[in-house]
């Protein structure tokens, strides 16, 4: 099966609230809430995805010296969810997350429908794509 790396961050700001943006309509799992980021295209690090997304994506700076790696999502997206079994389109994703509490620049939704800064005990209350929702309470211990 198709292995997809996707990198993604949990940005934190100074009370402790992570960053949370909602997919737009029209792309795969849109209206869900999820951690800015995206596929590592082939020569980047993971490192360099997240520094260019983070400015594509909420118009901010970050260096590779602030990203932090906390823990990983791992999951196949595919028929299995409907009910039809391992198919060809299946794929797996692959997504390190980063935590990152410094960077420059103020955070401006510029490809997602909105964003917000989520207390972390809140967080079970926005709809996340399914590879999200076991990080949700891990980000809760980590947190506080
Ligand atoms: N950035 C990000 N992507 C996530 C998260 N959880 C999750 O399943 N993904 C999936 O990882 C992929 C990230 O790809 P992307 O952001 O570069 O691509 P995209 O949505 O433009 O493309 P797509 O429409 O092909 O999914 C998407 O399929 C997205 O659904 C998350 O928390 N953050």
């Known amino acids: 099966m198709r292995i997809v790396l996707v990198a993604a961050c949990a940005l934190v700001d100074a009370d402790g609230r992570v960053l949370l943006a909602k997919r737009p309509a029209g792309k795969s799992l849109a209206g869900l809430w999820e951690f800015p980021g995206g596929k590592v295209e082939s020569g980047e690090t993971p ?31 595919g028929g299995e969810a409907a009910g039809d079994g391992a198919g060809p ?25 909105a964003v917000e800064w989520v207390r972390p005990v809140r967080m079970r209350n926005y709809d996340m794509p399914p590879a999200d929702v076991p990080l949700v309470a891990l980000i809760r211990d980590f947190l506080g």
């Open 89 to 113: 389109d299946d794929w797996h994703l692959l997504m390190p997350l980063y935590v990152c509490r410094r960077w420059s620049g103020t955070v401006q939704p510029l490809e997602h429908e």
């Open 47 to 77: 490192e360099e995805t997240l520094i260019r997304e983070l400015k594509e994506e909420l118009g901010i700076d970050v260096t590779a010296a602030c990203l932090a790696p906390l823990t990983f999502a791992s999951h196949t997206y």
